[in-house]
């Protein structure tokens, strides 16, 4: 029975495996910070430790047996300190390009914080960026278009 169990695990390593092959999942926060009045006040981006360096909107990848909601209100705390809230799931993004490092999927979530972001885990600094200051120059994998894609849906935030 062990021999036959071992050939059985062989080859699915062997065959099965490699065929299995699939993107990685990861979520994205938009998180919109309102202060004590409920008045907005800008998006927060984190500034990336590691490479690609630049501004990207807090996230990464969603554990086994985590939920990608669980899985973007623990990347929203862990880099900005924030406990933020979801208001919705915005779209899901997937060019195998996205991503300079491999191909990932991302779900990406609106959420609402208060408070001020402090940087940790992944990222090196954080910031709070009024919608007509938002760099995009300086924003990595495909955040800008993420970015621009939420500012069409939401055309007068900010604006109240």
Do not use: C
Request: hydrophobic residues 40%; aromatic residues 12%; positive net charge.
């Amino acid at each position: 029975m062990k021999i036959f169990l071992a050939k059985i695990v062989s080859w699915l390593v062997k065959f099965a495996i490699p065929s299995l092959r699939t993107p990685f999942l990861t979520v994205d926060g938009i998180v919109e910070i309102y202060d004590e009045n409920e008045k907005f006040k800008g998006i927060v981006l984190i500034e990336r430790k590691n490479p690609p360096f630049g501004f990207a909107l807090p996230g990464g990848f969603v554990e086994y047996g985590e939920s990608p909601q669980r899985a973007v209100l623990r990347e929203v705390k862990e880099e900005t300190g924030l406990d933020a809230e979801i208001v919705r799931q915005f779209r899901a993004y997937g060019e195998p390009g996205r991503d300079p490092r491999f191909h990932t999927v991302t779900i990406v979530y609106i959420l609402k914080a208060r408070g001020k972001p402090s940087a940790s885990s992944d990222a090196k600094k954080t910031h709070i960026f009024e919608i007509k200051r938002i760099p995009f120059d300086k924003i990595v994998f495909d955040h800008g278009r993420i970015i621009r894609d939420y500012l069409k849906e939401v055309k007068n935030i900010g604006q109240k």
